[in-house]
């Protein structure tokens, strides 16, 4: 199932990870790690936000996935999405269900 995490960072300790390469070093294979498909960084309510894209198939990945976050002092959300093609599969079963009815 595929999940936006969002990890949000204390400005200061966003800052300090910007002015480290070796911190990017390690968001960057964190990145990896997590086979994110995506990652957005932006400003939310004055701190630095980060977004990935992943997909877990067990609900145990999400400790995995939010341990190192957690860290560096981020709070984090999961919240899981779909994309238009899961819509449509959701249409494709209503216009079955009514077609047997």
Known sequence: MR????????????????????????????????????AYFFEASGDRTMVFIANMERADQMAMIAEPLF???????FHPVMVLEDLKKIN??????????
């Open 3 to 38: 999940f936006i995490i969002r990890a949000q960072l204390p400005t200061e300790v966003g800052n300090k990870m910007m002015g480290n390469p070796d911190s990017l070093k390690e968001l960057e294979g964190y990145i990896k790690n997590v086979n994110a498909e995506n």
């Open 92 to 101: 494709e079963s209503r216009l079955v269900t009514k077609s047997i009815s």
């Open 71 to 77: 860290t560096m002092g981020a709070k984090v959300e």
